[in-house]
């Protein structure tokens, strides 16, 4: 299923995984496509995009994915053909800086906070997590800089989060995520808030060993949502548009 919102050949991926609707608003102000990703597992992802790009029939569609996006935009492309992947707020492509994502995101918490999150974390990965609204408002906190807005979810998909996160944590620990990374032969543009606990070593430097050719875009005082962050957004914005050669 997806949404089209303009003119635009390019194809929004959201987060979570299952935060259905979490990168609406940046498809509407691209005009492009936003995939909703139902599928409970990666490959019936996949073929939800590609069932997008069929049927508006784009023969090498821009990929835009944010935070688990990002590694579907990345698993698309090194499987269909794609004139240009945007990676933003990505996901560490090495588990071992896991631990400083954690430690960046419950630096941020009060030491009671911190303990509601241990308590959301362990309700979300058994699927039954009570507090949607409470669980966002922790999750804004741990990963943003200063937000100015937020994406309203359609619903959060817990059955689907745990077992797209049981297949993909396997890939990145055996070298597969970054394998499909180096598969990619279009341009490879990363987006990232310096703010953003997803540590951006955790992109560049697995990809800087691998020899994955890519371009860099930064922003200070930004987390992990960069179209909502007070201090990026105007600029995000007019970065990704020039990338995009959106008027």
């Not at 939800?48 to 090498?60: S, W, Y």
Request: glycine content about 8%; some cysteine; hydrophobic content about 40%.
């Amino acid at each position: 299923m997806f949404k089209k919102y303009g003119d635009t050949p390019a194809l929004v991926l959201h987060g979570g995984p299952g935060a259905i609707g979490s990168a609406r608003s940046l498809a509407r102000e691209l005009g492009a496509i936003e995939v909703l990703n139902y599928g409970s597992s990666i490959q019936e992802q996949l073929d939800e995009i590609h069932d997008a790009v069929e049927e508006m029939k784009i023969e090498e569609p821009i990929i835009i994915g944010h935070s688990w996006g990002a590694w579907l935009a990345v698993l698309y492309a090194a499987q269909y053909p794609v004139k240009k992947v945007v990676l933003i707020g990505c996901g560490a492509f090495d588990e071992k800086y896991l631990g400083q994502m954690q430690k960046r995101r419950m630096g941020k918490l009060s030491e009671k906070e911190q303990a509601k999150a241990d308590e959301y974390f362990q309700q979300l990965n058994s699927g039954k997590l009570k507090e949607l609204s409470e669980f966002n408002r922790l999750m804004s906190k741990m990963d943003a800089y200063e937000m100015i807005s937020h994406d309203d979810l359609d619903c959060f998909d817990f059955e689907g989060h745990g077992k797209l996160m049981n297949e993909i944590r396997p890939m990145r620990k055996s070298g597969q995520l970054l394998e499909k990374a180096k598969a990619i032969s279009c341009q490879l543009i990363l987006f990232h808030g310096l703010d953003d606990p997803h540590p951006v070593e955790g992109i560049v430097e697995p990809f800087d060993k691998a020899g994955i050719v890519y371009k860099l875009l930064t922003f200070e005082k930004c987390g992990h949502t960069p179209w909502h962050e007070k201090h990026a957004k105007e600029a995000f914005m007019k970065m990704l548009k020039n990338e995009l050669e959106i008027e």
